[in-house]
Nanobody
Framework: QVQLVESGGGLVQPGGSLSLACAAS????????MVWYRQALGKGRELVAA?????SYADSVKGRFTISRDNAKNTVYLQMNSLKPEDTAVYYC???????????????WGQGTQVTVSS
């Protein structure tokens, strides 16, 4: 069993900053990639930032958001600066994880954390 637990969401004013964290636990042999998605009310799920072999970002967050990983802690972070009202969404962590040597990698989702940018 693998679990992803996100933390760090909340309410922030426009121009402010928030930091999200997603910790993976359970049966983990290796983590191939860890990704942040978001879903605004009434919209589809959007990829925000990915950390695998390289880092990549949605155009809408480039220069404002930074993804990083602590492999020793099986944790991925998302530092969000210069937040805008349009960043308001539920942010989800997604990880591709191999549970045991020789097993095929599988994808896992966290439960999501709400980020609200409003004055």
């Amino acid at each position: 069993q693998v679990q992803l637990v996100e933390s760090g969401g909340g309410l922030v004013q426009p121009g402010g900053s928030l930091s999200l964290a997603c910790a993976a636990s359970g049966s983990i042999f290796s983590i191939n990639s860890m990704v942040w998605y978001r879903q605004a009310l009434g919209k589809g799920r959007e990829l925000v930032a990915a950390s695998g072999v390289t880092r990549s970002y949605a155009d809408s967050v480039k220069g404002r958001f930074t993804i990083s990983r602590d492999n020793a802690k099986n944790t991925v972070y998302l530092q969000m600066n210069s937040l805008k009202p349009e960043d308001t969404a539920v942010y989800y962590c997604y990880a591709v994880i191999t549970s045991r040597r020789g097993d095929p990698p599988r994808g896992y989702w966290g439960q999501g954390t709400q980020v609200t940018v409003s004055s």
